[in-house]
T-cell receptor, first 109, second 114 residues
Framework: AQRVTQPEKLLSVFKGAPVELKCNYS??????LFWYVQYSRQRLQLLLR??SRESIKGFTADLNKGETSFHLKKPFAQEEDSAMYYC???????????FGAGTRLAVHP | KAGVTQTPRYLIKTRGQQVTLSCSPI?????VSWYQQTPGQGLQFLFE???????NKGNFPGRFSGRQFSNSRSEMNVSTLELGDSALYLC?????????????FGQGTRLTVV
């Protein structure tokens, strides 16, 4: 079955500390993976996608097919990074996304 | 340009009633998807429409249906409402050109069934 697992509901760190939000997936074939973010009182928005291999707001994510993971990392967390983060997988083509349960990142001053 | 617009923002309905939610995608976007978000199940895919045709469907009962109009606006309908249908319903708009096309989310319609 196709599935996305985010094992942590809450990740609490201090400003300047490194951050790693974990995402593991189950998918047969070549996965297309994304990270979406929802800041307080805002709508969900795309943070980054694995195919672009880009860094957005200092975040990066590398697809590891051997470990079936797509962890989101940032070397130095900022308070404005506090948000809900969702890992998502495209399933069955087109725009059907399977989401993980989400991880709330809280960055403390 | 205007973002994805969902109306109404909030709804309260009684069990057994039916409800229609509306979504206006970003201008030029031909794909509209719908998701249900609940604390227990998270974000779950309902269906996707592209150029007035349903391309993809999630694992929801037939009480959940949708359609898309020629101007790409979409509606979803839930009939014979149950308490468990209480959720935030999110509309997602994209160009629809492929699976890696960026998806833009609406702010959602919060449905409460009493």
């Amino acid at each position: 079955a196709q599935r996305v697992t985010q094992p942590e509901k809450l990740l609490s760190v201090f400003k300047g500390a490194p951050v790693e939000l974990k995402c593991n997936y189950s998918y047969s074939g070549s996965p297309e993976l994304f990270w979406y973010v929802q800041y307080s009182r805002q709508r969900l928005q795309l943070l980054l996608r694995h195919i672009s291999r880009e860094s957005i707001k200092g975040f990066t994510a590398d697809l590891n097919k051997g470990e079936t993971s797509f962890h989101l990392k940032k070397p130095f967390a900022q308070e404005e990074d506090s948000a809900m983060y969702y890992c998502a997988l495209v399933s069955g083509g087109y725009n059907k996304l399977i989401f993980g349960a989400g991880t709330r990142l809280a960055v403390h001053p | 340009k205007a973002g994805v617009t969902q109306t109404p923002r909030y709804l309260i309905k009684t069990r057994g009633q039916q409800v229609t939610l509306s979504c206006s995608p970003i201008s030029g976007h031909r794909s509209v998807s719908w998701y249900q978000q609940t604390p227990g199940q998270g974000l779950q895919f309902l269906f996707e429409y592209f150029s007035e045709t349903q391309r993809n469907k999630g694992n929801f009962p037939g009480r959940f249906s949708g359609r898309q109009f020629s101007n790409s606006r979409s509606e979803m309908n839930v009939s014979t409402l149950e308490l468990g249908d209480s959720a935030l319903y999110l509309c997602v708009s994209s160009l629809g050109g492929g699976s890696n096309t960026e998806a833009f989310f609406g702010q959602g319609t919060r449905l409460t069934v009493v």
